[in-house]
T-cell receptor, first 112, second 113 residues
């Protein structure tokens, strides 16, 4: 069935390290992917998105990589800071205008 | 930066009662959504709304649920005859054009007693 999942439920890093959060998706027809950050008591906050006609997109300190061959998505955070501590979700959009399908989330913990 | 706002932040209700969760989407957005998140679990889609009608709904969104856009700014989710298992965070989201991401509010925590 259609699902989006993350490989690791938790990730612990030191401040200043680079973090990589992974996600596998199952719907090969999905053409739009988004990474969200969710801090405690808040809603998902948009970080970065990528369309299926791209394999890499960069933002400020973040990079998303898309490998359509193996249906894999990753979020790279450079120079991770304590403020990056949160739960990170990937979400796929099977078709424009439809609902987002979320994965289970990875909890990123950054220690000083 | 424009935000999606949701009220109340926490709603406590007796089982069997009706609740209305309220959302003010970003003002120039056209697509509206409700999602829910049971504690510790992933975010699940409930319903999407465009052009004053439901455009898509999940299996969760049964006859117990309804949505309404009563005026030009509010978007509401009504849950009738609430059950214990309706306890969750409910998130509203909105989106502008079809090639833009959905933006979420901070949610309403619904506790059914």
């Amino acid at each position: 069935g259609e699902s989006v999942g993350l490989h690791l439920p938790t990730l612990s890093v030191q401040e200043g390290d680079n973090s990589i959060i992974n996600c596998a998706y199952s719907n090969s027809a999905s053409d739009y992917f988004i990474w969200y950050k969710q801090e405690s008591g808040k809603g998902p906050q948009f970080i970065i998105d990528i369309r299926s006609n791209m394999d890499k997109r960069q933002g400020q300190r973040v990079t998303v990589l898309l490998n359509k061959t193996v249906k894999h998505l990753s979020l790279q955070i450079a120079a991770t800071q304590p403020g990056d501590s949160a739960v990170y979700f990937c979400a796929e959009n099977p078709q424009a205008g439809t609902a987002l399908i979320f994965g289970k989330g990875t909890t990123l913990s950054v220690s000083s | 930066e424009p935000e999606v706002t949701q009220t109340p932040s926490h709603q406590v209700t007796q089982m069997g009662q009706e609740v209305i969760l309220r959302c003010v989407p970003i003002s120039n957005h056209l697509y509206f959504y409700w999602y829910r998140q049971i504690l510790g679990q992933k975010v699940e889609f409930l319903v999407s709304f465009y052009n004053n009608e439901i455009s898509e709904k999940s299996e969760i969104f049964d006859d117990q649920f309804s949505v309404e856009r009563p005026d030009g700014s509010n978007f509401t989710l009504k849950i009738r005859s609430t059950k214990l298992e309706d306890s969750a965070m409910y998130f509203c989201a909105s989106r502008g054009r079809s090639n833009q991401p959905q933006h979420f509010g901070d949610g309403t925590r619904l506790s059914i007693l």
